[in-house]
């Protein structure tokens, strides 16, 4: 039997969400600082990121929102979560074309930011040092459990990083791992529920360890 905990569990991380960001006075009001929203796939990284942005828009400040050319699965111009909510976002190429829109701006949200070159450290060290609230939100790990791009960078150098979790489809704990369910060996792989589970680090161990058994077995046939 296999129980769909993504779903079950979806109101419970939408609420710990929204409790974890409201102890936060006059968040609106903080200027100049990065703040790095990650996790694995289906930990609602997106959806937190929309939340903040949205909130500063009611507050009226200005926001600009950039997403990685490269990442056009649900809408090329729209920063988009798992459960459509979404935001008008700019797709652009390369980190360093993010100063060329972010004049007159009180906030720059980026989504999807493992997908960017290392140069966005120093470009939002750069924005956050010029007063702007810096909102960022990517995966921290890749499907192999590795530090992903940017993110680590963007990690070290934010004044706040919120760490948000999935549930792991196998056991219901809270999953950490981006688990690859298809044969694909490159690190960039665009996909969401027909491509990536999330696993807790006991579950994501034994997928792997499965794997290499089956690698092996293949490996013995005539
Ligand atoms: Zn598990």
Redesign the pocket.
């Known amino acids: 039997m296999d129980t769909d905990y993504r779903y079950l569990c979806k109101d419970i991380i939408i609420n710990a969400m929204v409790l974890f960001s409201e102890d936060h006075i006059n968040e609106t009001n903080r200027k100049g600082r990065i703040e790095v929203i990650c996790g694995s796939m289906f930990s609602g990284k997106t959806e937190e990121l929309i939340r903040r942005l949205k909130r500063a828009k009611f507050a009226k400040q200005r926001v600009e929102i950039f997403k990685p050319a490269i990442d056009t699965r649900y809408s090329k111009a729209d920063v988009v979560s798992h459960d459509s909510h979404t935001i008008p976002s700019t797709p652009i190429d390369s980190s360093a074309s993010i100063l060329l829109f972010t004049s007159e701006i009180d906030v720059v949200g980026i989504d999807e930011a493992q997908f960017f070159d290392q140069g966005l450290i120093e470009v939002c060290n750069h924005l956050a040092n010029n007063g702007i609230r810096v909102i960022v939100a990517g995966l921290d790990m890749d499907f192999r459990g590795k530090p992903f791009g940017p993110m680590p960078g963007l990690c070290a150098i934010a004044d706040e990083v919120s760490k948000v979790h999935a549930i ?1 489809v ?2 219901g ?1 809270l ?1 950490v791992f981006s688990h690859r369910t298809v044969k694909a060996s490159q690190q960039i792989l665009l996909g969401e529920t027909e491509e990536y589970e999330p ?2 680090r ?2 994501y161990q034994e997928a792997i360890a499965e794997k290499l058994d089956r690698n092996e077995e293949t490996k013995k046939l005539p």
Do not use: D
Request: aromatic share 0%; glycine share 0%.
């Open positions: 792991c196998k056991c704990q999953a696993l807790c006991a579950c």
